[in-house]
């Protein structure tokens, strides 16, 4: 096996692992608030802290790994999240789960960037689109094997999935740490000793008043719906149907494998067929009749339709989202992409806590305001986003 097949399958496996475990998470989360009797609003902000976290630490790392090499960050992200899972395992007070879920989006923050540099530097031109997919596979599959894993196993103790996870994590450290060679030599990183502000205000202002400026808005509701459905979800359905961990776990299951098959089968034939102005469109009317779906829902079948249902909605617009701000773009393609990226990560730091808020108020308050949320995007899309002629296509989002 050649060095650049064997760096990118332990690299792989460092992703699946760190995605793994942020599915494990996801069902048992819920269940660890309540059992420390806490409610939505702490919830909420228990998952804005991590996005937070990586919002902010994520670029650090990255530029990190430019001066100093991807391989010293890499295991410093790999050991952290080892570190953060046994301390989830061993928390007994609220305190105990925020210090560790901020130290989780500090520390692995560094994992996702270094790895995707990784790749750039060590792989073929002609390998690497392999390589990127293959990692955006391995991720795919974590998610969606992750909630059901967290599930069944959390049905036993809610920390014995957070120990299976840092057991995982500690075999990839020892793979990295072993057979993983630096990918950048020392001549590059002394090329990428200037830095770059890593928020620039007047690019986001230029950016809002360009055309993509209403497609950043769109990135933005359509996270903050999405986290609404998905983290409150466990408290929800402990509530209202006395569903268990493995129950919560099988329908973030659903809602990770519907997206994954929608996002890699169906997006592409769907936004060459219709174009991605009216995908988006169709998706964020289907994402409101999710959202209601999930109101009317009251057995565990109609429950696990509802999230299905809303997973596709949701899968079918992330990507015509993102080709069409590209597309449509007025400043360069890294700013542009790194700024729907921002998007994403405001969307997941307000979703969760307006969910966890509404959720104390009224059970079905968090459903309800995320269809008045996404009916609000539906209707900002139809006022604001038009299909573009072209003269050699009939018609092109």
Do not use: H
């Amino acid at each position: 096996m050649g060095q650049s097949k064997r760096n990118l399958y332990i690299l792989t496996f460092v992703l699946f692992v760190v995605m793994l475990g942020y599915g494990i998470i996801i069902p048992i989360l819920p269940f660890y608030i309540e059992s420390m009797g806490a409610g939505g609003t702490e919830l909420g902000f228990l998952v804005a802290s991590y996005a937070v976290m990586r919002l902010i630490f994520g670029p650090i790392w990255g530029g990190f790994s430019d001066r100093v090499g991807r391989k010293p960050i890499l295991l410093i992200g790999i050991l952290g999240y080892v570190i953060t899972m046994v301390w989830f395992g061993l928390a007994n007070s609220l305190w105990m789960l925020f210090a560790a879920r901020i130290l989780s989006g500090v520390l692995s923050s560094a994992t996702a960037p270094t790895t995707m540099a990784f790749i750039g530097d060590s792989t073929p031109e002609n390998e690497r689109g392999g390589g990127m997919g293959l990692l955006g596979a391995a991720g795919g599959i974590g998610t969606i094997l992750g909630p059901a894993i967290g599930g069944f196993l959390g049905r036993a103790t809610l920390s014995t999935p957070f120990f299976l996870a840092a057991g995982l994590a500690f075999v990839s450290l020892l793979l990295a740490a072993i057979f993983l060679p630096e990918s950048l030599p020392i001549e590059e990183r002394q090329r990428t000793q200037n830095r770059k502000r890593l928020i620039d205000l007047n690019v986001w202002g230029s950016a809002l008043l360009s055309p993509i400026g209403i497609l950043l808005l769109l990135t933005f509701v359509s996270t903050c719906g999405l986290m609404i459905f998905a983290n409150i979800f466990g408290l929800y359905a402990l509530e209202k149907f006395e569903f268990g961990p493995e129950d919560v776990g099988v329908m973030m299951m659903a809602l990770g494998l519907v997206s994954t098959v929608a996002q890699g089968v169906l997006a592409g034939p769907a936004t060459k067929k219709w174009g991605d102005a009216f995908v988006i469109k169709a998706g964020l009317l289907g994402s409101v009749l999710g959202f209601g779906l999930m109101l009317w829902a009251n057995s565990y079948a109609t429950i696990l339709l509802a999230t299905a249902f809303f997973g596709l909605a949701v899968a079918l617009q992330v990507p015509a989202l993102t080709s069409l701000t590209s597309r449509r773009a007025t400043l360069s393609q890294g700013i542009t992409m790194g700024l729907s990226n921002s998007f994403v990560s405001l969307g997941r730091i307000v979703g969760p806590i307006l969910g966890g808020l509404v959720l104390d108020i009224n059970l079905n308050l968090p459903y309800l305001s995320g269809g008045v949320f996404m009916l609000l995007g539906f209707t900002i899309s139809l006022l604001w986003i038009k299909p573009k002629k072209n003269r050699s296509t009939p018609v092109t989002a």
